[in-house]
């Protein structure tokens, strides 16, 4: 193994979840439920999931404390990712995205809380930007009051599942392999798939055709691989160094391929609510981990 082909990984998990943070929402607009789309999601993780454990040093830890752990990463990751599907169908994934790349906030406060951890300048930096930013996105001066769509909601929601996942990520790396915790990853996403079934309104008319199941096929299999590259990416690299092209990188190219298709540039405060998240998840993702305890 080459000694920067951490880098490699890194460009391409970037370069895979950006495009397809811009393009998930493309099935759901083609007639395509974003609940199916879930299942597809969840499908094109087996392949991933079982070339990893192939390669893994070890096999799948089943201790009491592996599969606890396992679960609660998967089942945040899975519950996060259709919650993220209902939000880029009823709202814009230029403003999604940021959003949820804001969720090394939640991780960081639940590591200062329960770990004793302590953040640095920049992770504060971080933090302070993230809240400034939030109100910014659907934010319309002159009206009495201000309404936040569900997309919004949603996009808040996705953000907190994912920064709790990443917490119990962070507890499972000291006993576990990279691999085992992609493929309970896998496991869970799995399990959820009886309820998108049952969330689909299959009296509606349903795109089964190539700009529904496989054009989602096409585009969630951009995530799938993406995790299983940022995997390797930390394997091989610095947190503090892959952190920032992934978790800043990532969202920022989702944002400006999705402006350049819709082709209009969103309201002065939308604008600003997008420049200040991006700015604060670049700030927390360059906050090396070895901060200190308490």
């Known amino acids: 193994m080459i000694s920067r082909s951490w880098l490699r990984y890194a460009l391409l998990t970037t370069l895979m979840w950006g495009v397809w943070g811009a393009f998930t929402s493309l099935p759901s ?42 679960l609660a990463i998967g089942l945040l990751g899975a519950g996060g990712q259709m919650l993220l599907f209902r939000a ?12 949820v790349s804001l969720s090394p906030v939640i991780t960081i406060l639940l590591s200062m809380v329960l770990l004793r951890e302590r953040t640095g300048m920049l992770g504060v930096a971080g933090i302070i930007l993230a ?15 201000h309404y936040y769509g569900g997309w919004f909601v949603l996009a808040l929601a996705v953000m907190l599942a994912w920064g709790l996942q990443a917490y119990f990520i962070k507890l499972a790396n000291a006993s576990m392999s990279a691999e085992g915790i992609f493929v309970y990853m896998m496991l869970t996403g799995l399990v959820f798939i009886p309820i998108a079934f049952a969330l689909t309104d299959f009296s509606k008319p349903i ?25 390797y ?34 309201g002065p405060y939308k604008l ?9 998840a670049l700030l927390l993702s360059l906050q090396p981990d070895d901060t200190g305890v308490a």
């Open 207 to 231: 795109n089964f055709g190539l700009s529904g199941p496989w054009l989602a096929a096409a585009v969630q299999v951009l995530n799938a691989t993406g995790a299983l590259l940022l995997v």
């Open 131 to 145: 809240v400034i930013s939030l109100p910014l996105f659907d934010y319309s001066p002159g009206a009495a009051t």
């Open 88 to 99: 880029v169908t009823i709202g814009p994934t230029y403003l999604i995205f940021p959003i």
């Open 272 to 280: 600003a609510g997008v420049g200040l998240a991006l700015a604060g």
């Open 233 to 266: 990416a930390f394997r091989y690299g610095k947190a503090i160094v892959v952190s920032p092209l992934v978790n800043a990188g990532a969202p920022l190219l989702t944002t400006l391929i999705s402006l350049s298709i819709v082709g209009t540039l969103p």
């Open 29 to 70: 607009e083609h007639g395509f439920p974003d609940t199916l789309t879930y299942v597809v999601w969840a499908l094109t993780m087996i392949a991933p999931a079982i070339w990893a454990l192939r390669r893994a040093d070890r096999g799948l830890q089943r201790d009491a404390r592996s599969v606890m752990l396992g």
